[in-house]
């Protein structure tokens, strides 16, 4: 039974101060109400160190929103996923749209990134999904498996087994526009069967594929409804607790 998982992305948003505030009251709030879904939190990197230990023994896991894609030495201002992982988070966001777009992240830059996130041990939520010149087009299946193919396809089977997609497609993303859930769950029945083509069917049946795109609490219950959509990438509703709660909610 593949994982039904809520994840936070809170971009760059929060003081440290304020993202300690946030995921105090996440922890309170999920504790008194033990939620039915694996909840993730990714924050900024300066946060990671200290959130990962307020959240130790609870049921929320950390998440980095970006590593570099270099082991380490010589490259000011970069975060590798060794440093990650020894903060204690377990996951890291790789390929968001924003990454792509404007820190011109390319496929083979993501290629590498997901490798030294695997290496050193970090689970990687890679983010995949179209523009909506390109959805208006209809080459949202062509861009979301080039996608694929580019950073992830060329992993084993057993590195697989760390991977959760997140299908988002930039037109939804913080625009109020949401894909309706028959939209992401034509895309998410796709993706599975692309990872069918690669891994197997019982590995694509294993995969857990998430949606992202101005997702909320109302609109949560019947994307998550859909068979092939498995939980959510949150930004805007994740930086207050209880609208992500809310959206934790809609697996009850
Ligand atoms: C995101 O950036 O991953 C995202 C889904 O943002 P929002 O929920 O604000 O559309």
Redesign the pocket.
């Known amino acids: 039974m593949r994982k039904k998982i809520v994840a936070g992305?809170w971009?760059m948003n929060k003081t440290l101060q304020e993202g300690v505030a946030l995921a105090t009251e996440l922890k309170n709030t999920l504790a008194a109400e033990k939620p039915n879904c694996e909840v993730i939190i990714g924050t900024p990197f300066i946060h990671l160190a200290t959130v990962s230990e307020l959240l130790k023994d609870s049921v929320i896991a950390v998440s980095a929103e970006n590593c570099a894609n270099k082991e380490s030495g010589a490259y000011t201002g970069e975060v590798s996923a060794a440093m990650v992982k020894s903060t204690g988070a377990e996951y890291v966001?790789l390929g968001?749209?924003?990454r792509r777009e404007y820190y011109n992240e390319t496929p083979e830059i993501l290629k590498e990134k997901v490798d030294l996130a695997l290496a050193n041990g970090l689970k990687v939520i890679f983010?995949i999904g179209e523009t909506e010149q390109e959805r208006d087009n209809n080459q949202q299946e062509a861009v979301c498996k080039a996608e694929l193919q580019g950073s992830v396809f060329h992993l084993t089977a057993e590195q697989w087994k760390n991977i959760v997609i997140?299908y988002?497609p930039i037109w939804?993303?913080?625009?109020?526009k949401t894909a309706t859930a028959e939209q992401a769950e034509e895309i998410h029945a796709y993706i599975r069967k692309c990872v069918a083509e690669v891994y197997g069917a019982q590995a694509a049946d294993d995969t857990t594929i998430l949606y992202?795109?101005?997702?909320?609490a109302s609109n949560a219950p019947e994307l998550f409804g859909k068979p092939d959509i498995d939980g959510?990438?949150?930004?805007?509703?994740?930086l207050k607790a209880p609208d992500f709660k809310g959206i934790i909610d809609a697996w009850k």
């Open positions: 992305n971009k966001i968001h749209s924003e983010c997140a988002e939804a993303i913080g625009t109020g992202g795109g101005s997702c909320k959510g990438l949150i930004g805007g509703a994740s």
